[in-house]
């Protein structure tokens, strides 16, 4: 090629941790807790054909044109209605359609981030929000995660000791069933973050697409909705979620609730991406909402999650003891664990693949090197089947990549 020069956050880019697995999927037999995928066994594939064919008998016309880029009105007014059930209360007006809140997420980085700017982001965290912040030239600040979220307190005293000139603009977090750590937020944190975002002037990006996969059943009280009751219209959160987990990743719908102002910024951002969300999908995802057929496919994810994330958890307990920590999370699709620092992590990465099995190491989800002895397991896809014949191989990783341990 010629001499002309790449811009400079694509000089040398860093692509994503987990596409870079890939080529292992390809190995006959192997046993993937890699992929953060649905299993597409529990996804609704008969109603979302039945919700094809009611789109293209109806108004095919209608849908095979551009569409307004903030989404169509119909679909926008469903998605404000289930974000209304989760205890954001809003409009349609309220609500821009996107592709995946991943690309929900990318257009508040365009809009806010300058190069330079401080974004708080949990950590572990969801590596394509890390590759997003990178690219935009953001300084990255990781916070801290128990099994109760972000630590409010670490927080208070990061924020407390930062100069004013170097405060953050953005917070990110996934606080309901992390990806990559399960963890839920405490409903005492999501209030004490509200009011740490209200004090120190940063707005909170919650990136929900997980929060509906939750076993208990009992509803989880978004962080958003903590913010419209201790601040009103001063809500610091903007509201990001997606149906690619509960009816289909290949959907690609996901949406931002958010006020005018960051809508039409994000529209415009938008608008030199992909015009819009594919109307075809948008009209499809549309039916198949108002053939109330998402709840209880929904339920039924949740039920096989929860036999497939315990057959998980205590596989690992029963074959490692204390070789591993691997906390039962009470929702979502991952496993975080930790385990024995006499383990090479790199030894046993190499050694699990040549047995057939895969995870993402923990290194992926970090944006500064923090703790290697760290792994996500996705329980979702294989089947407990699989998950038994894939925990079996990763006992035999560890006992090469142990030294010692017992």
């Not at 890939?22 to 609704?44: E, H, K, N, T």
């Not at 989760?86 to 990318?106: I, K, M, N, P, Y």
């Not at 009103?232 to 290949?250: E, F, H, I």
């Not at 053939?291 to 490692?320: F, I, K, P």
Request: glycine share 8%.
């Amino acid at each position: 090629m010629n001499d002309v020069a790449f811009a400079p956050a694509y000089a040398e880019p860093a692509g994503s941790p987990i596409r870079e697995l890939f080529p292992y999927l390809s190995r006959p037999g192997l046993v993937s807790f890699a992929g953060g995928y649905p299993s597409p066994a529990l996804l609704d594939a008969e109603g979302l054909a039945q919700a094809s064919a009611r789109v293209f008998a109806g108004d095919p016309a209608g849908v095979v044109q551009y569409g307004a880029t903030e989404g169509r009105p119909g679909l926008r007014a469903a998605l404000a209605d289930m974000s209304a059930g989760r205890g954001v209360r809003c409009e349609a007006a309220d609500v821009l359609v996107t592709a995946g809140s991943q690309q929900a997420f990318d257009l508040l980085v365009r809009v806010f981030v300058a190069p330079g700017d401080t974004v708080l982001i949990e950590t572990p965290a969801y590596p394509a929000a890390i590759q997003s912040l990178r690219l935009a030239g953001a300084h990255l600040t990781p916070l801290p995660v128990d099994m109760d979220g972000l630590q409010t307190d670490a927080l208070e005293t990061l924020l407390r000791a930062m100069p004013a000139g170097r405060r953050p603009k953005l917070l990110y977090t996934v606080p309901t069933f992390s990806n990559p750590s399960g963890s839920l937020l405490s409903q005492p944190r999501r209030e004490r973050l509200v009011q740490l975002a209200l004090e120190f002037g940063f707005l909170i990006v919650e990136d929900d697409p997980y929060g509906e996969l939750n076993f208990s059943g009992a509803p989880v009280a978004t962080i958003f909705a903590a913010g419209q009751r201790l601040a009103g219209a001063r809500n610091p959160v903007l509201y990001l979620s997606s149906l690619s987990k509960t009816v289909a990743p290949s959907l690609r719908v996901g949406w931002m609730v958010a006020p005018a102002d960051v809508l039409r910024r994000c529209a415009i951002a938008k608008q030199t991406m992909d015009l819009c969300t594919s109307p075809i999908t948008q009209a499809i995802a549309l039916a198949y909402l108002e053939a109330q057929r998402y709840e209880s496919a929904v339920r039924r994810a949740c039920d096989e999650y929860q036999r497939r994330m315990h057959a998980m958890v205590s596989a690992l307990s029963q074959a490692l003891g204390a070789r591993i920590e691997a906390p039962p999370p009470g929702g979502g699709m991952f496993v975080w664990a930790r385990f024995d620092h006499r383990v090479d992590p790199q030894t046993l990465f190499n050694a699990a693949v040549e047995l057939g099995v895969l995870f993402v190491p923990g290194a992926a989800f970090q944006p500064q090197a923090q703790d290697p002895h760290t792994m996500r397991l996705s329980y979702a896809a294989p089947s407990l089947e699989a998950i038994a014949t894939g925990v079996a191989r990763l006992v035999r990783a560890f006992d090469i990549a142990s030294h010692g341990c017992t």
